[in-house]
T-cell receptor
Framework: NAGVTQTPKFQVLKTGQSMTLQCAQDMNHNSMYWYRQDPGMGLRLIYYSASEGTTDKGEVPNGYNVSRLNKREFSLRLESAAPSQTSVYFC?????????????FGSGTRLTVV | DQQVKQNSPSLSVQEGRISILNCDYTNSMFDYFLWYKKYPAEGPTFLISISSIKDKNEDGRFTVFLNKSAKHLSLHIVPSQPGDSAVYFCAASRRGTYKYIFGTGTRLKVLA
């Protein structure tokens, strides 16, 4: 049982390049999330998808786009990477009613933008 | 504006003693709270939760206390073990929003 799988685990981008972070869950969860973790800032919500076919902005959505490809997959796209987007990105999923029961997180993608 | 605050960035405790991690929130609409533990190079893992209809929840060595009037929750770990050394995040949710707001984390170090 893989849980939540994120790819890639590490990535270095040049300013202005684009890339897509992939996330897939095999727990049949309805809701999926993208967070970023920065020193002293904790985990901040970028975008989330409460259910297949819906996406909503979180606390820090600027510079990102998302796609809920199907129930299993939720991707995060950086169209033009900036050094401020250097961070560790975590994907999570949840099936509790209204998010209760907490998330299952992936192991993260460490992104560096130079 | 930080809606969920963990004012202690770090905490050191002797093995066998009690660890108390604190969390404050500002939004009175939050009605569900969780604690997560995170080891380096891993994703956070769920530890324990509490609903706003309770003021205490226990799971083995871990107990979470909720004081709604003070908008404060705390995580007690008794007895603390070296394997508990990690970063602990509290998180809060409001019914109907499908999302959690996280605090900035507290790094716990349990000394052997």
């Amino acid at each position: 049982n893989a849980g939540v799988t994120q790819t890639p685990k590490f990535q270095v981008l040049k300013t202005g390049q684009s890339m897509t972070l992939q996330c897939a869950q095999d727990m049949n969860h309805n809701s999926m999330y993208w967070y970023r973790q920065d020193p002293g800032m904790g985990l901040r919500l970028i975008y989330y998808s409460a259910s297949e076919g819906t996406t909503d902005k979180g606390e820090v959505p600027n510079g990102y786009n998302v796609s809920r490809l199907n129930k299993r997959e939720f991707s995060l796209r950086l169209e033009s990477a900036a050094p401020s987007q250097t961070s560790v990105y975590f994907c999570a999923s949840s099936n509790g009613a209204e998010g209760k029961g907490g998330y299952t997180f992936g192991s993260g993608t460490r992104l560096t933008v130079v | 504006d930080q809606q969920v605050k963990q004012n202690s960035p770090s905490l050191s405790v002797q093995e066998g003693r009690i660890s108390i991690l604190n969390c404050d929130y500002t939004n009175s609409m939050f009605d569900y709270f969780l604690w997560y533990k995170k080891y380096p190079a891993e994703g956070p893992t769920f530890l324990i939760s509490i609903s706003s209809i309770k003021d205490k929840n226990e799971d083995g060595r871990f107990t979470v206390f909720l004081n709604k009037s003070a908008k404060h929750l705390s995580l007690h770990i008794v007895p603390s073990q070296p394997g508990d050394s990690a970063v602990y995040f509290c998180a809060a949710s409001r019914r109907g929003t499908y999302k959690y707001i996280f605090g900035t984390g507290t790094r716990l170090k349990v000394l052997a």
